[in-house]
């Protein structure tokens, strides 16, 4: 009975029954969506979420996490996700394994991530995400959550946390 079942097709229903059935704002894909929203430098990221005058969004992973990139980026491209992280967040992911040497040639980019990762959040493991003010100010901290309500709750949060801090939202 169970040979008869097509992986493919296996592939789609648990991928529907664990993320649902939104897709991609215009049309993007995935990586188009990382590629466009994500940036690769804490510095830059502090940066331009300073003058834009917008949180930012620290995802602490490596290249060799267990889990694939639909699980480990699938909860960010809900729709309700999309949007708050694309119109309210700058975000930054870091790699714990990044092996291309830093700025300072002192280190790897990813021993510097790993430091700060375990500075800013107390945690080592990946995936780990973590919301900053602009003068880096803890908003949040939260492991790994494969349910996009419970990121949409997080970066919500987050969100209210700094604009009562930076601007006196009440």
Known sequence: MFNRI??????????????????????????????????????QAIKLGDSLQKPVLLVFTSYGVSLSPTEQWGVFIARKNQRLLSEKFVCVVLNTDDKRPSKDSLSTIGKKNFELQ?????????????????????????????????????????????????????
């Open 118 to 170: 375990y500075t800013i959040t107390g945690f080592l493991g990946q995936p780990t995400y973590c919301i900053l003010s602009s003068s880096e100010k803890v908003m949040g901290v939260r492991g790994y959550t494969s349910n996009a309500d419970t990121l949409y709750q997080f970066l919500k949060e987050g969100f209210t946390k700094y604009g009562k801090i930076n601007f006196g939202m009440k």
């Open 6 to 43: 097509n992986p493919v097709g296996l592939f789609t229903v648990f991928f529907v029954l664990l993320f649902g059935c939104e897709r991609l704002q215009s049309g993007q894909n995935l990586t188009d969506f990382l590629d466009s929203n994500f940036y690769e430098d804490y510095d």
